[in-house]
Every structure is written in structure tokens, then in C-alpha cells.
């Protein structure tokens, strides 16, 4: 398909096009949808739109109740993980959030790493949008302090455990088991240019949320495979701990994170 841009940028006139079809289809699809359901009340009776009724009611009451539930456990804001007075408490408040909370996006970060502020601002604005999902954030400067007071001894044994290696990573943490970890910006084109849109069709994508309609749109570099890496991003560093380990903790070595949190 000639789009008329010239050789050069062929490939993003192509990517656009493709953008443009694939958010008109899904604009399609939603009315067609409307569309049928608008006809099935037409032919309805008194009864079935009474029951209809009645049956809307109670999803909307019982969404209503689940909400609440959601917001009195601290869901709908992003925030950092609550301890203790002590920094050894990191550990602990991890996994007692992990048995109070099916979903949660934990962002592993330090405020010398400026492009941890990308995220930053892009949780803030997904967390009320979704109260299912719990959003927090562990400071994890000075994990790699080769001395024990050093000031991210708290978090240590969790950058350990959990394999953090790359500052920012997202933990995505799915009925009590770190389901997968987004590495700097490599699952989002390797750009800090995403959208908050975009951030969360990814993030959905591995079950850490519930996309809404304006969130089902594929991105273009989904398809457009154009990346240019995580490492390659200016501002994006390695998290070099010194316990022992090879860079990075049990989860990487064996090559997956589907690991349940059990009692520690």
C-alpha cells in the first residue's frame, strides 16, 4: 500500500495506516454490539425487560460493593508500599499486600534513575482508573550498598528474590505470583513516548488489569517490532547487587516468574 510518504517513511505511513484501520474496526465492532443489544430490547416483553432490569441492578450493586471493597484496601491511588518504622519492613508489607490483593503493579524504582519518572507519572494517572489493581512503589536506592546498613537494606532481599535488574521494572504480581516484569521500556517500543492508553493494553495484556474501551487498541509497536531497547534508553541502568548472586535473583536464572509467594 503506497501511501505516498516516499521510501524512507514508508514503513511509518504503513504503521499509521495499520493504527487507524484497527482503532476504526474496533469503533465498529462496539456499535454493532450497541446495535444488537438495542435490538434485543425492542422485541422484548414487559417481563424480560423487567427481569433485564433487575438483573442490571444487581451486577451494579454488587460493582458498586467490590469498589468499595477495593478502596478501603488502598486500590484507586498509587502509592508507596506502607511499613513499618523500620526499612526491614519492605519484605514483610510486600507479602502481606500480595494476600490482600489478586492484582498488583509494583514499580521498583530510584529517584537517581530519572526515567523512572516516566512511570511515575504514568501510574499516578492508571491507578483511580483502575480500583481492581492495586499500584505501589518501592524505593530500592542503595540495594546495591555492599554494607547492611546501607539505606536500601530493606528492599534487598526482594530485589534478590524477585530478579530486579533493570531500574524502572514494573512487577505485575497476579493471584499471589510474580506473573512478569516489564524491564525498562522494552515491551513498550523501547520509547518513553507511549501513551497512558498504550501502558495499560500492555499491562492488560499480562492480566494486570481490566482494559477499558478506550484501551483495546492495539499500539503500533506491537506490530511495528521498531525497538530500540531498554538499555539503549538514555536515563534506563542495571541495579548491580553484590550478594552473592549472578545479576539477578531466582526468578531470572530459571527463566520465568510464575512464583507463588508463600508464608516467609
Known sequence: MDLGFGNTNQAIGNAAATQILRATEAQEAALASEISRYDALLESNDTDLEKLREKRLAQLKSA???????????????????????????????????KKSNRLVIHFHRPTTRQCDVFHAALDKLAPRHPETK?????????????????????KYLVEKLGIVVMPTLLIVVDRKAHHQLRGFDELGGTTDFTVN??????????ALTRKDDEEVEPSFISG??????????????????????????????GGYDEDFDEE
Open 135 to 155: 499500584f505501589l512503589k518501592i524505593n530500592v536506592e542503595g540495594c546495591d550498598d555492599v554494607r547492611e546498613s546501607g539505606s536500601g537494606v530493606g528492599a
Open 64 to 98: 458498586a460493593q467490590q469498589k468499595s471493597k477495593w478502596l478501603e484496601n488502598g486500590h484507586g491511588v498509587y502509592t508507596d508500599l506502607p511499613t513499618g518504622q523500620h526499612s526491614g519492613d519492605i519484605a514483610k508489607a510486600f507479602f502481606d499486600a500480595t
Open 198 to 207: 498504550e501502558l495499560a493494553y500492555v499491562l492488560g495484556g499480562h492480566g
Open 225 to 254: 517490532e521498531s525497538s530500540s531497547g531498554a538499555r539503549g534508553i538514555e536515563g534506563v541502568n542495571s541495579l548491580r547487587m553484590r550478594f552473592g548472586g549472578d545479576y539477578g535473583g531466582r526468578g531470572v536464572r530459571r
